[in-house]
């Protein structure tokens, strides 16, 4: 079972793959995660990296393709992937198409997390301060810029997945219970 956990920052994407994957033993791809991962380790691309997140911009497609893209491969996917925070652009979808047509996998569902901008900020703010702080781009101001990007460049993704037959959607507002239960109905229907 492969699966495209969607929506803005915040809406509990990260929560949610962590279940799915306990659940059904399925690889957590998180791009956020790898790319968290490259700046600690001070490689060449956490070097790129850093400035570009902590601004709240995007990365280069190149670079989160080619994480991706290694990752699937892995022994860790062989049962499927749950990606969270990719794709984000038309060019990252449409190497993901390509990239699963190679690699002879096929996407079983898009689940898109709906929630208010208002409740977002809130909400991330809340988490960085439980989490210590320890996020660069947790800041009042880039939470707003993060969300405006998402609305400008990854929400138009949505009639993609939607004209694929295979967008779902979950009211990413309810409780961390109701919403593993509400994917887990859609994951029932779609065949798991
Ligand atoms: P996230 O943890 O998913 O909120 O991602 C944190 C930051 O990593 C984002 O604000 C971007 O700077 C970068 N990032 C993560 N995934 C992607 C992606 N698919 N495309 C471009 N940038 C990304």
Not at 7 to 12: D, E, V
Not at 132 to 138: K, N, Q
Not at 153 to 157: D, I, K, R, S
């Given at each position: 079972m492969n699966l495209i956990l969607f929506?803005?920052?915040?809406?509990?994407k990260g929560t949610q793959a962590e279940r799915l994957k306990a659940a059904h033993g399925l690889a957590h791809l998180s791009t956020g995660d790898m790319l968290r991962a490259a700046v600690k380790a001070g490689t060449e691309l956490g070097k790129q990296a850093e400035a570009i997140m902590a601004a709240g911009k995007y990365v280069s497609d190149g670079i989160v393709v080619g994480l991706v893209e290694e990752r699937i491969?892995?022994?860790?996917?062989?049962?499927g992937f749950i990606l969270d925070?990719?794709?984000?652009t038309l060019p990252q979808a449409e190497a993901l198409d390509r990239m699963l047509q190679k690699h002879g996998k096929e996407l079983d569902a898009v689940i898109e997390f709906a929630v208010d901008d208002d409740v977002l900020v809130e909400r991330v703010l809340r988490r960085a301060k439980e989490s210590?702080?320890?996020?660069?781009?947790?800041t009042r101001e880039t939470v707003a810029y993060r969300l405006t990007v998402y609305h400008k460049?990854?929400?138009?993704?949505l009639p993609y997945y939607g004209e694929k037959g295979i967008l779902h959607r979950v009211?990413?507002?309810?409780d961390i219970e109701t919403v593993t239960r509400e994917i887990q109905e859609i994951l029932d229907k779609t065949g798991d």
């Open positions: 929506g803005p920052p915040g809406a509990g491969e892995q022994p860790e996917a062989a049962n925070g990719f794709p984000r210590g702080g320890s996020r660069a781009d947790d460049e990854t929400a138009p993704l009211d990413g507002m309810a």
